[in-house]
């Protein structure tokens, strides 16, 4: 198991969680107004899908960007920039969630009438946006929020934060739709926000946290972050697209009655989704290891988050392709011959959701390198552009068949045609990571427990390989494994009782220097520090050993330790 | 890690080869044992390496023998390891020669 591994281990459940919630988020207030107000409040509730997906889609395009932004200038140790982009993500938030509430309420009865229903429909649409009003402030706060404390290595809190956020959503709903009607879910979903945003506040007052704000506005930052979020951000207004064009060719190509059918692939589509996770997972390891030009670790990262995709991606195909009843469990369609017609569909579309699974993953991926445009054409290709040239085409040729057929084939075309766009704009070596082989062979990684064998056995390794096998001469190796065993077993000292791991990257890329970073999870605690408290030979050793490496850097990022040191 | 031993009147000579980390520190502390050594000659030719567990017995030594009225001294030190006790400025509380 190395460092990695365990880190991204660490940070997966989270993010699939988080992305089951975001899914149940999703379905809470159709479910509870369906149940609990009937048809019309459900029309209602549906016909406002447009806005909560712009909303949406505003929340990942700050939010999204700025834990990239973030972790990637904390990969640089540029502390300085880490804090102002922070800073400048929470202006962001506010900023859209601002703009977007006037332009709601301003817009708000002329929008809801453009809808085209009337009756109590209509009212319930107007209730149901005036009360979903605050949702759009504090929504992009509260993703906002989550992405940082992520970033920060605080994966527990997002946990509680999305549990809280649900159930305070599930159970306000429940109890004002009764009393309020359909008001009452507007209410619940804000509830949920707010209370989401109080338990992140926490996250603010831990001792791991490293999040600090700087004094800073400024709105080449604000669209800095923009640009980074597009990628993932914009997949929802490509899926909202999408789903337009296909209501329009399945009314009038197969008809309505197949639409029951559409709403289940949709259901299948939307738990999609949920593959997020993996690439979120992946996101702040993979953006501190770009920061910080570490192409080894980034490349394991990203084997580490493909393996992690495609796993999840087949895992899903089979279980649905098993188990179609599923998705129609979740629409509940009642009658057997649409059932059966949905089956076949979920089983088509399902064959999908690998290649779904790996866009997801590179869209973040090319997002943390700085490729926000590739990311952007490869969502909105996947998502987009090879469904619709591919669905009125096989449409015609197999019917219903041939649409989702289409839909299962679109991730793998995209997928292929970005391939052959990198391949021939930036040659084939780029495929898929664009980091440099030899600069990652001209890197040596060891991971280790931090106990007393295993840290001198790694000093030993470190002192041989630099000696021997790279003729770095006596001084050069025998400090870097110095500082390997006093540094490593000084966190020992820090952390009795606990399991420490940590990870030893050795850069010998650049002629005549050696970089040697050292990660550990143990507790928080600059160890770069030369006038730290002695409290022992070691610490004394360390802290002159400090003195003399003025090449030294310190910054706690996804909440470890990682110290760099220049030989 | 090893330590070969040749006395010679009151004078011993301690011959130590191999690195000295905190692993084999407790070894390299069980062969130091001086007997009526008055006056001890640490030969570290043969030590590439040492790490703050070494610097600690060194440091033991040397007041162990200062304190019986002999001395240590240090001698054919290798650069790596001059390099560690003159960051520590043990350079300059030991005896080397």
């Known amino acids: ?567 | 890690m090893k330590v070969e031993a040749k006395q010679e009147g009151s004078k011993l000579t301690l011959s130590v080869s191999g690195r000295i980390d905190t692993v084999t520190a407790p070894a390299f502390e069980a062969e130091l044992k001086f007997g009526d050594a008055t006056q001890v000659v640490l030969d570290l030719a043969e030590v590439p390496y040492m790490s703050s567990a070494g610097l600690r017995l060194l440091l033991t030594a040397h007041k162990t023998m200062l304190a019986s009225g002999g001395e240590l001294l240090i001698a054919n030190v290798q650069p790596s390891v001059r390099e560690v006790l003159d960051i520590t400025g043990f350079s300059g509380i030991l005896n080397l020669v």
């Open chain 1, 1 to 567: 198991m190395t460092f990695t591994l365990d880190k991204f281990l660490k940070f997966l459940p989270a993010a699939m969680f988080a992305m089951v919630c975001e899914f149940l988020m999703n379905l809470v207030d159709s479910a509870v107004c369906g149940h609990v107000l009937g048809e019309d409040a459900l029309a209602a509730v549906n016909l406002m899908q447009p806005v909560l997906c712009l909303v949406e889609f505003l929340a990942l395009l700050v939010g999204t960007g700025t834990s990239v932004l973030f972790a990637v200038e904390s990969g640089r140790f540029d502390r300085r920039r880490a804090s102002e982009y922070l800073t400048q993500g929470l202006w962001s938030a506010l900023m859209v969630g601002g703009a977007a509430l006037v332009a709601l309420a301003v817009f708000r009865e002329k929008a809801a009438e453009a809808f085209g229903v009337h009756g109590a429909v209509l009212e319930g649409v107007k209730e149901y946006w005036l009360w979903f009003l605050p949702c759009v402030v504090v929504e992009p706060v509260a993703f906002y929020l989550s992405c940082v404390c992520y970033a920060d290595g605080d994966e527990k809190i997002c946990i509680l934060a999305y549990a809280v956020q649900l159930a305070a959503n599930f159970a306000v709903s429940c109890a004002l739709t009764m009393r309020l009607g359909i008001a009452g879910c507007a209410i619940g979903t804000a509830v949920g926000h707010i209370l989401a945003i109080s338990v992140l506040a926490f996250h603010f007052r831990k001792k791991t946290n490293s999040l600090r704000f700087a004094k800073h506005f400024s709105f080449a930052d604000t669209l800095r972050i923009c640009k980074c979020s597009m990628g993932e951000a914009s997949s929802r207004l490509a899926q909202a697209a999408l789903m337009l064009a296909l209501n329009l060719y399945i009314v009038s190509r197969l008809g309505a009655e197949m639409l029951p059918v559409l709403a289940v692939v949709v259901a299948v589509l939307e738990l999609a989704a949920v593959f997020d996770g993996v690439p979120r997972a992946m996101q702040p390891l993979a953006s501190v290891y770009i920061g910080e030009k570490n192409d080894r670790l980034a490349m394991r990262i990203l084997r580490y988050a493909t393996a992690g995709s495609l796993a999840t991606g087949i895992l899903a195909t089979v279980l649905l392709a098993v188990f179609p009843q599923i998705a129609t469990a979740i629409v509940g369609m009642g009658d057997s011959a649409l059932a059966a017609e949905a089956h076949k569909a979920v089983r088509i579309v399902s064959a999908g959701l690998a290649g779904t699974a790996v866009v997801a993953l590179f869209n973040m991926y090319w997002t943390c390198l700085g490729k926000e445009t590739l990311a952007l054409a490869l969502t909105a290709g996947a998502m987009l552009f090879a469904p619709l040239l591919l669905f009125p085409a096989l449409g015609e040729m197999f019917g219903a068949n041939g649409v989702w057929m289409a839909m299962a084939l679109a991730p793998y075309a995209a997928l292929g045609a970005t391939a052959a766009f990198i391949a021939v704009k930036w040659g084939r070596k780029a495929l898929p990571h664009f980091l440099s082989s030899e600069r990652a062979r001209k890197m040596r990684v060891y991971d280790t427990i931090v106990d007393e064998a295993a840290v001198c056995a790694l000093s030993r390794k470190i002192n041989r390989f630099l000696a021997v096998r790279r003729n770095l001469g006596g001084r050069k190796a025998s400090i870097a494994a110095l500082l390997a065993e006093e540094t490593l077993l000084l966190v020992k000292d820090h952390n009795p009782g606990r399991r420490i791991r940590a990870e030893v990257t050795l850069d010998f890329s650049a002629k005549d220097t050696l970089y040697v970073t050292i990660r550990d999870d143990g507790e928080i605690f600059d160890i770069t520090d030369a006038d730290a408290k002695v409290s022992s030979l070691r610490s004394y050793l360390v802290s002159n050993l400090m003195e003399n490496l003025p090449g030294r850097r310190n910054l706690t990022t996804t909440g470890f330790n990682r110290n760099a040191f220049k030989l």
